[in-house]
């Protein structure tokens, strides 16, 4: 069965400053991956997906996120914070793209300081 | 397009009492998804249908849990009888069909069971 990790529960980035969130899943082929984010009290937004292809995908909101096969990795990224970045991010796997059910990662909360 | 339509948005009900939790997907979407969401455990996918087809329930935690999808515009998930471990928000998302496709999620139902 598929599995993703997030390892950093909580990440303080100051505004302006550059961020990157980690990603790590475990799959036997190459899972279709996902970034959503979640702001208090809402429900998830998606940020971008992998599926094949370059292993750069950019998103909304200026985030940009890149497959790694070798790290087993999909880490997020973004230039520069805004204090609205402030949400909960979510990476996800699937095997079938979305036609199967999502594997969620636990999640990192990002804090902005302003 | 609306998006995924979710209802009530919360709930609060009392220990072994029934809840009805509905859900209408994205008009023109083959698949529908139920999450559930915990501090503890974060997301976890319930239950998913293709072309109103239950495909993996295997999430589902037990018997008290059912769900159905009776026409393409509109699925429940059923909690009899409910209890305080029940507390959680219940996603639904939807996707089109085949691989590659987004899930869209709703804004949730935020369930409390004392």
């Known amino acids: 069965a598929q599995s993703v990790t997030q390892p950093d529960i909580h990440i303080t980035v100051s505004e302006g400053a550059s961020l990157e969130l980690r990603c790590n899943y475990s799959?036997?082929?190459?899972?279709?991956l996902f970034w959503y984010v979640q702001s208090p009290g809402q429900g998830l937004q998606l940020l971008l997906k992998y599926f094949s292809g370059d292993t750069l995908v950019q998103g909304i909101k200026g985030f940009e996120a890149e497959f790694k096969r070798s790290q087993s990795s999909f880490n997020l990224r973004k230039p520069s914070v805004h204090w609205s970045d402030a949400a909960e991010y979510f990476c996800a796997v699937a095997p079938g793209g979305g036609a199967d059910g999502l594997t969620f990662g636990k999640g990192t909360h990002l804090i902005i300081q302003p | 397009d609306a998006g995924v339509i979710q209802s009530p948005r919360h709930e609060v009900t009392e220990m072994g009492q029934e809840v009805t939790l509905r859900c209408k997907p994205i008009s023109g979407h083959n698949s529908l998804f139920w999450y559930r969401q915990t501090m503890m455990r974060g997301l976890e996918l319930l239950i998913y249908f293709n072309n109103n087809v239950p495909i993996d329930d295997s999430g589902m935690p037990e018997d008290r849990f059912s769900a159905k999808m009776p026409n393409a515009s509109f699925s429940t998930l059923k909690i009899q009888p409910s209890e305080p471990r029940d507390s959680a928000v219940y996603f639904c998302?939807?996707?089109?069909?085949?691989?590659?496709?987004?899930?869209?999620f709703g804004p949730g139902t935020r369930l409390l069971v004392l």
């Open positions: 799959y036997g082929a190459t899972p279709y």
């Open positions: 998302a939807s996707s089109a069909e085949a691989g590659q496709e987004t899930q869209y």
